[in-house]
């Protein structure tokens, strides 16, 4: 399994309460990406990084950032979270670059919010 | 339009009984690669499979097979003498050159899923 952990694995909060995702790799990979999944839409790409501080918008953007102040740590925050943005969040990393490189993906961050 | 269709919501089959998952995708560019990838109940994502747009030859690992044809831009997943463990959501993904995405950049390989499809074995 790629070393790839996300904290929490379930969270409940209220709507309006900022909220932070951690993803924490091992794997020394350069490429990280936040995903949410929503039942009929498949995976959604939020944000990605291309490296410590290099991060650009995904197709779902809106309402979220992300941090990446070291290799291993790709942080996504809910500034002010919404009841739309109740999903399951995925972390994925990969290690080249080139659009033949598998992502590897973590166990996922259930967040319901009231 | 979609980029990744997998038209089949929902299938059940019984065990035994061989399966094909249905991936149909849309690109203008000439190097791409597609994916497919498989989450079980427990909710993780792994990954299956890779194939690049010039290697057309049929993939098999066990009881899974896969078909790409170019001529229909299909991506097909078949699973034979399916068994229970088989049971989970699969994923087809596309990911293309950032030229073809009017993009550029390293950041720019990204993947693009279908909405999956949801097989169920059953006993």
């Known amino acids: 399994d790629a070393g790839i952990t996300q904290s929490p694995r379930h969270k409940v909060t209220e709507t309006g309460t900022p909220v932070t995702l951690r993803c924490h790799q091992t794997?020394?990979?350069?490429?990280m990406y936040w995903y949410r999944q929503d039942p009929g839409h498949g995976l959604r790409l939020i944000h990605y990084s291309y490296g410590v501080k290099d991060t650009d918008k995904g197709e779902v953007s809106d309402g979220y950032s992300v941090s990446r102040s070291k290799t291993e740590d790709f942080l996504l925050t809910l500034e002010s979270a919404t009841s739309s943005q109740t999903s399951v969040y995925f972390c994925?990393?990969?290690?080249?670059?080139?659009?033949?490189?598998?992502?590897?993906f973590g166990d996922g961050t259930r967040l319901s919010i009231l | 339009a979609q980029k990744v269709t997998q038209a089949q919501t929902e299938i059940s089959v019984v065990e035994k009984e061989d399966v094909t998952l249905d991936c149909v995708y849309e690109?203008?560019?000439?190097?791409?690669?597609l994916f497919w990838y498989k989450q079980p109940p427990s909710g993780e994502l792994v990954f299956l499979i890779r194939r690049n747009s010039f290697d057309e030859q049929n993939e098999i690992s066990g009881r899974y097979s896969w078909n790409f044809q170019k001529s229909t831009s299909s991506f097909n997943f078949t699973i034979t003498a399916s068994q229970v463990v088989d049971s989970a959501v699969y994923f087809c993904a596309l990911s293309e050159a950032p030229s073809a995405r009017g993009r550029s950049g390293a950041g720019s390989y990204q993947l693009t899923f279908g909405k999956g499809t949801k097989l169920s074995v059953i006993p």
């Open positions: 690109t203008r560019d000439t190097t791409y690669y």
């Open positions: 794997e020394n990979h350069r490429y």
């Open positions: 994925a990393i990969s290690g080249n670059i080139g659009p033949n490189q598998p992502q590897h």
